[in-house]
């Protein structure tokens, strides 16, 4: 049989296994664990949900009889200050928060 060793946590003077793990950011609960999370864009201006990703006419489009074909630029518009730029926030709402946030948000929950 090999030698035991002393546990880190004892070593570098910590009172239990969970302070050490928390101070080194060894946290074994995940998000996962907890429960399905949602992510909401969220206006960093106003604090509205009301956010869209900005889409633009791709170059080279000679045919206007054809649909154009857009593409993302990267940046974000709030539908209701008018803010536009890249730096949009993002809330993480758990699933009882989500729920609530579509039932105020007037949307069909199946």
């Known amino acids: 049989m090999g030698k035991l060793a002393t546990p880190d946590w004892i070593k570098e003077g910590f009172d239990s296994k969970a302070d050490w793990e928390k101070s080194h950011g060894l946290n074994k609960k995940s998000k996962k664990a ?3 999370t949602f992510k909401v864009k969220k206006c960093p201006d106003c604090g509205s949900y009301d ?9 080279g489009s ?12 990267g940046e974000w518009e709030c539908k209701e200050c008018k803010w536009h730029g890249k ?9 009882d928060e989500f ?3 579509l039932d105020e948000k007037g949307e069909e929950v199946a």
Do not use: H, R
């Not at 869209?52 to 791709?58: D, G, K, R």
């Not at 730096?87 to 699933?95: G, N, Q, R």
């Open 62 to 73: 000679d045919d206007e009889d054809e649909e154009s074909i857009s593409k993302s630029t």
């Open 87 to 95: 730096d949009v926030e993002e809330d993480e709402l758990t699933e």
């Open 99 to 101: 729920m609530k946030y």
């Open 51 to 59: 956010v869209n990703v900005v889409l633009s006419e791709q170059e």
């Open 34 to 36: 907890e429960g399905k």
